[in-house]
């Protein structure tokens, strides 16, 4: 069973930068397809990034292409997301999620493992 913990969120200016960070559990850690999604209020939750658990693909949604970079380092069993030139839209509650070997999926009902969530506030 995978348990995931996401960090790193905050209260930033807008254009500025934050590294969110999920660490996993560690049992076959790196066999496990991982996602980044987010939530704003009163919407539904969207694929924000993923990377395979081959790391042969990374996918990004597009209002995020060219300001997020989703990484991961399988020997600290932890995945990141850095947020960079953010933007007052990017305002939601952040969650990581997992999928056992399998291609990067886009749909939440298709993970199997999520964590509690971390709030991103940018200020315009």
């Known amino acids: 069973q995978v348990q995931l913990v996401e960090s790193g969120g905050g209260l930033v200016q807008a254009g500025g930068s934050l590294r969110l960070s999920c660490a996993a559990s560690?049992?076959?850690?790196?066999?496990?397809?991982m996602g980044w999604f987010r939530q704003a209020p009163g919407k539904e939750r969207e694929f924000v990034a993923g990377i395979s658990w081959s790391f042969s693909e990374t996918r990004y949604v597009d209002s995020t292409k060219g300001r997020f970079t989703i990484s991961r380092d399988n020997a600290k069993n932890t995945v990141y997301l850095q947020m960079n030139s953010l933007k007052p839209e990017d305002t939601a509650v952040y969650y990581c999620a997992a999928v056992f070997s399998k291609p990067v999926q886009l749909t939440p009902r298709l993970y199997d493992y999520w964590g509690q969530g971390t709030q991103v506030t940018v200020s315009s």
């Open positions: 560690g049992w076959m850690f790196s066999r496990y397809t």
